[in-house]
């Protein structure tokens, strides 16, 4: 098993920047890839960004050029840099990790809020 645990989420102007992290734990070695859903109100959760072990990462439309998704593998920890935030980012965002082990199987944290608001 594989515990995910977000930080960072709150309230920021348009414009402004926020910075989410998420530290993995338990079965490390059980996972490679690890991204950023979000989830706005009355909408399907959505891919933003992943990054794969060796740096290696995918952006959603939306956020290219805006949002960059980096790593730490030393302290297992998955960082989501946002700028130029819009009303429209904001949603509750949610770490992800597959697992490499069994095909299908995902771990998610339990997400933390971006409200984008003035």
């Known amino acids: 098993q594989v515990q995910l645990v977000e930080s960072g989420g709150g309230l920021v102007q348009p414009g402004g920047s926020l910075r989410l992290s998420c530290t993995a734990s338990?079965?490390?070695?059980?996972?490679?890839?690890m991204g950023w859903y979000r989830q706005a109100p009355g909408n399907q959760r959505e891919l933003v960004a992943t990054?794969?072990?060796?740096?290696?990462?995918i952006y959603a439309g939306p956020v290219r050029g805006r949002f960059t998704i980096s790593r730490d593998n030393a302290k297992n920890t998955v960082y989501l840099q946002m700028n130029s935030l819009k009303p429209e980012d904001t949603a509750v965002y949610y770490c992800?990790?597959?697992?490499?082990?069994?095909?299908?199987?995902?771990?998610w944290g339990k997400g933390t809020l971006v409200t984008v608001s003035s």
């Open positions: 992800n990790a597959p697992s490499i082990w069994s095909v299908g199987m995902e771990y």
């Open positions: 990054i794969s072990r060796a740096g290696s990462t």
């Open positions: 338990g079965s490390i070695f059980s996972i490679d890839a």
